[in-house]
């Protein structure tokens, strides 16, 4: 029935992230036209948490409690939704982000997670991850 999911990310500077996730990430893509560049994404999985509640770790921004999108719309639409590379290991994959120019905190253990986050060159930001828990990727 479905044959992948087609992810967009919003930025107030398409280009300079677009150059980023293409060459400090390496993720290979191809252009539609006029520099419209679409990823190849790693495999995912999908979840779904409460909009209130401890729902964002520290590591992304958050303060274990947020509310997550609320500021972004007054009514029902399209989800919030953040996005989390995952890694098997997050120290390993931060100190190669750095070693490329990349400021990333250190990373956080959230019990179910290793977790830190870095910024796009238009200040949003990426959530990287090393989780703990059991994954569905390959099911």
């Not at 006029?34 to 948490?49: K, R, S, T």
């Not at 520290?58 to 029902?76: D, F, K, T, Y």
């Not at 019990?111 to 060159?121: D, E, I, K, Q």
Request: proline share 8%; with cysteine; net charge negative.
């Amino acid at each position: 029935m479905f044959i992948g999911t087609h992810l967009l990310m919003y930025s107030s500077d398409p280009e300079a992230d677009r150059a980023f996730i293409a060459d400090v990430l390496g993720f290979k893509y191809v252009d539609t036209g006029d520099g419209w560049l679409i990823f190849a994404l790693p495999p995912g999985e999908a979840g779904v948490h409460p909009k209130e509640g401890p729902n964002m770790p520290a590591a992304a921004g958050g303060s274990n409690g947020g509310h997550v999108g609320e500021e972004q719309r007054s009514e029902p639409g399209f989800m919030v939704a953040t996005v989390w590379l995952m890694c098997e290991d997050v120290v390993q994959t931060v100190r190669l982000l750095k070693e490329r120019g990349v400021d990333c905190p250190e990373p956080v253990n959230e019990g179910w997670g290793v977790m830190t986050s870095f910024a796009l060159p238009s200040g949003e930001r990426l959530g990287l991850y090393e989780p703990l828990h059991e994954k569905a990727i390959g099911l």
